[in-house]
């Protein structure tokens, strides 16, 4: 039997274990498989519905599925303290006729049958690959947020979703269930909370208590805790205009805590409850009014965002509070508390590459694997912005790609840099490359199997290369030409003269680059420095092994779902005048839906970005096909983060896949 450490699998997938995401610790391969097409006998004290719904059971099978509970002790895969959520390392054993799960707690038991169910999906359930895993996570709370405050994803959706991102052991989801612009959450104390008269975007949407009970133990069956928010005092519009006065009012501290006693009878399994308190401005006083109650009335544990407003956090001035959630570059992590990174995991403002490569690469707020004062980490979607319709959210959000890159990672623990010194760029060669293609290998496969209705804007990126030229001083001139623009050199040569200046050229990976990133410096990016009034290029050739339509996803502004930015301007790719060539002809933007008009938070978001777009129809000529794009960065107007980036790589004419078969070289070779 060999015994080896992920990832040697070899990467044709021929192998099941191959697929498994996350990755597991240890695996240990004797190629002897477990038969599923026959009855089992199954032998599991914890009564795991997802274990058994894995297999057909017969008490006279000779096959046997069995689970040991063990101490955490005797089980010794690493743990650490955190309430309200147990030790889910496990044991798996999978012989010809045995599989053994060993683990601690019915969470274990769970995250070995979502390890099963991967290995018998990659055979098509014909049967378990004979291998022994030992397996635990990093950290200890991996999970995703929507603020459907603002904009309401469907009871339906949030199923489908807890039960996709539960295979891959996701087990965090925080509702956002108050806003400005809706209370969504069922109060039958008070049912004018819920009316369509007090909410400004979809108007009447809400969840009944009988549906949050009913999805927390929907969740609980595939090991996910929730975690739901009512958000106070800020971020109450819609509560003010229901009731007739403020959360802070003595009235609101009141009418708050009745609400805090329905939520709790409504998630009787939720072992936190999350009150926000993050913007608007509050007092020490107000924050330990409400979390007391928590405490002492509820008997449960409580959440805040951190920083908040107006007061500073630790176990001396909140005495009441559990655990923080960081947000901001100003979140710290709190002495004595555990803490849940949510700082740059704002993913309302990432773009659907760059961003995605910062996060897998980078470790969870400078730490290897989580204590007691480091929950994990969440991805949180947030939309001040309005979409269209839930599915714009959590395509133009890249809910899947986002969640599970950040979920793996915090499976897996490490990455070498923490993002504000490890930005989103990926690195030409080495183990980060080479660790980032083998999660994109896994995620493409489940994009195209489990996750294969579900909207996926991602595809592969990691064949793309690039040279991005020193940027070019144009004087505020965005239409002003340099040499790489008139060059007729081919391939185009590494650098350029210019008024007695020499400008290089340094390559670059992936379908997007960020020359300046959304938050400036906090976030490096291709340059480590950046001034306006410049202008880069940026080239790659394309090899095609023969003539073909194909499509192109483009984009030079991503627009975040939580700014009011204009749309660009007739005949423009984004406000600031980039261009982009293909062989020589200019590739020309679509008709933008939201062009010349007004924009506010409740204009919807619509073509702006490309993935709520048709990818660019495009033709490849048999051989080498040129791409150039012209990169000038000026003032944007009507632009508040004015980000320097582009996207541009080739797709099949629909989209859904990266085009195969092709080389990109920005020197031909």
Same mark, same amino acid.
């Given at each position: 039997m060999a015994t080896f450490a992920c990832p040697v699998f070899g990467q044709d997938g021929t192998e099941p274990a191959a697929w498994l995401l996350p990755k597991p610790k240890e695996i240990a391969v004797s190629g002897q498989a477990f038969s599923l097409k026959r009855s089992v006998r199954l032998n599991d004290p914890?009564?795991?519905?997802?274990?058994?719904?894995?297999?057909?059971?017969?008490?006279?099978?000779?096959?046997?599925?069995?689970?040991?509970?063990?101490?955490? =002790?005797?089980?010794?895969?690493? =743990?650490?303290?955190?309430?309200?959520?147990?030790?889910?390392?496990?044991?798996?054993?999978?012989?010809?006729?045995?599989?053994?799960?060993?683990?601690?707690?019915?969470?274990?038991?769970?995250?070995?049958?979502?390890?099963?169910?991967?290995?018998?999906?990659?055979?098509?359930?014909?049967?378990?690959?004979?291998?022994? +895993?030992?397996?635990?996570?990093?950290?200890?709370?991996?999970?995703?947020?929507?603020?459907? !405050?603002?904009?309401? +994803?469907?009871?339906?959706?949030?199923?489908?979703?807890?039960?996709?991102l539960a295979r891959f052991k996701v087990n965090a989801f925080h509702w956002h269930l108050t806003d400005n612009q809706a209370f969504r959450f069922e109060s039958k104390a008070f049912p004018q909370l819920n009316e369509a008269a007090y909410t400004t975007r979809f108007a009447g949407s809400y969840y009944t208590q009988t549906q949050c009970t009913e999805l927390g133990a929907y969740a609980a069956e595939r090991g996910m805790v929730i975690i739901p928010e009512i958000d106070m005092p800020g971020h109450s519009r819609a509560f003010t205009a229901a009731m007739g006065y403020p959360m802070s009012s003595p009235q609101g501290r009141a009418a708050l805590k009745t609400l805090l006693a329905e939520l709790a009878t409504a998630f009787p399994r939720a072992p936190y409850l999350h009150i926000g308190a993050d913007e608007a401005g509050t007092t020490a006083e107000f924050i330990n009014e409400m979390t007391a109650y928590i405490h002492q009335s509820l008997g449960r544990r409580c959440v805040v965002w951190n920083p908040i407003s107006g007061v500073s956090i630790s176990t001396a001035t909140l005495p009441h509070i559990d655990m923080t959630e960081m947000w901001s570059t100003a979140g710290r992590k709190i002495d004595g508390l555990p803490n849940i990174d949510?700082?740059?995991?704002?993913?309302?403002?990432?773009?659907?590459?760059? =961003?995605?490569? !910062? +996060?897998?690469?980078?470790?969870?707020?400078?730490?290897?694997? !989580?204590?007691?004062?480091?929950?994990?980490?969440?991805?949180?979607?947030?939309?001040?912005?309005?979409?269209?319709?839930?599915? =714009?959210?959590?395509?133009?959000?890249?809910?899947?790609?986002?969640?599970?890159?950040?979920?793996?990672?915090?499976?897996? !623990?490490?990455?070498?840099?923490?993002?504000?010194?490890?930005?989103?760029?990926?690195?030409?060669?080495?183990?980060?490359?080479?660790?980032?293609?083998?999660?994109?290998?896994?995620?493409?496969?489940?994009?195209?199997?489990?996750?294969?209705?579900?909207?996926?804007?991602?595809?592969?990126?990691?064949?793309?290369?690039?040279? +991005?030229?020193?940027?070019?001083?144009?004087?505020?001139?965005?239409?002003?030409?340099?040499?790489?623009?008139?060059?007729?050199?081919?391939?185009?040569?590494?650098?350029y003269d210019f008024d007695g200046e020499t400008y290089g050229s340094t390559e670059a990976v992936g379908a997007a680059v960020y020359l300046r990133h959304t938050w400036g410096t906090v976030v490096p990016g291709f340059y480590e420095a950046t001034a306006l009034n410049t202008t880069a290029y940026a080239w790659t050739y394309v090899y095609s092994p023969k003539a073909q339509e194909a499509g192109a996803l483009i984009e030079f502004q991503n627009y975040s779902r939580s700014e009011n930015d204009r749309a660009p301007d007739v005949g423009q790719w984004d406000r600031k005048g980039s261009r982009i060539w293909l062989n020589g002809v200019e590739l020309l933007p679509p008709a933008w839906e939201n062009s010349g008009r007004?924009?506010?938070?409740?204009?919807?978001?619509?073509?702006?970005?490309?993935?709520?777009?048709?990818?660019?129809?495009?033709?490849?000529?048999?051989?080498?096909?040129?791409?150039?794009?012209?990169?000038?960065?000026?003032?944007?107007?009507?632009?508040?983060?004015?980000k320097w980036l582009f996207t541009f790589v080739l797709t099949t004419p629909d989209g859904r896949h990266a085009l195969p078969d092709i080389i990109y070289s920005p020197d031909k070779r």
């Open positions: 914890t009564g795991s519905t997802l274990l058994a719904s894995l297999f057909k059971t017969k008490k006279s099978a000779k096959a046997t599925v069995t689970v040991r509970l063990v101490s955490d =002790d005797e089980l010794g895969t690493f =743990d650490y303290a955190l309430p309200g959520f147990e030790n889910e390392g496990y044991r798996l054993s999978i012989a010809p006729n045995a599989v053994t799960i060993t683990a601690g707690t019915r969470t274990g038991v769970i995250r070995a049958a979502q390890t099963l169910m991967q290995l018998a999906a990659a055979t098509d359930g014909a049967r378990l690959p004979g291998v022994t +895993i030992t397996d635990y996570p990093a950290f200890k709370l991996r999970g995703f947020m929507h603020d459907v !405050g603002r904009s309401f +994803i469907s009871f339906e959706e949030l199923k489908r979703e807890i039960d996709l949510c700082r740059y995991n704002y993913v309302n403002h990432f773009d659907v590459f760059a =961003d995605l490569v !910062g +996060i897998y690469r980078s470790n969870i707020y400078y730490f290897q694997q !989580g204590s007691p004062e480091l929950a994990g980490a969440i991805s949180a979607v947030w939309n001040d912005r309005k979409l269209p319709a839930e599915r =714009d959210i959590i395509y133009q959000n890249n809910l899947y790609a986002n969640v599970l890159a950040t979920a793996e990672r915090g499976w897996m !623990g490490g990455g070498q840099q923490y993002i504000e010194a490890g930005g989103t760029a990926l690195p030409l060669s080495g183990s980060e490359l080479e660790e980032f293609r083998d999660w994109e290998r896994r995620f493409l496969h489940y994009k195209d199997t489990w996750l294969r209705h579900e909207p996926i804007p991602y595809v592969r990126q990691t064949d793309v290369r690039w040279r +991005i030229t020193a940027p070019f001083p144009n004087g505020g001139d965005a239409s002003a030409v340099f040499p790489p623009e008139t060059a007729t050199a081919d391939p185009l040569p590494h650098s007004g924009i506010t938070s409740e204009t919807d978001l619509l073509n702006e970005n490309f993935a709520a777009r048709q990818p660019l129809p495009v033709h490849l000529h048999h051989g080498w096909n040129k791409v150039l794009l012209k990169l000038p960065y000026v003032a944007a107007a009507g632009v508040r983060l004015n």
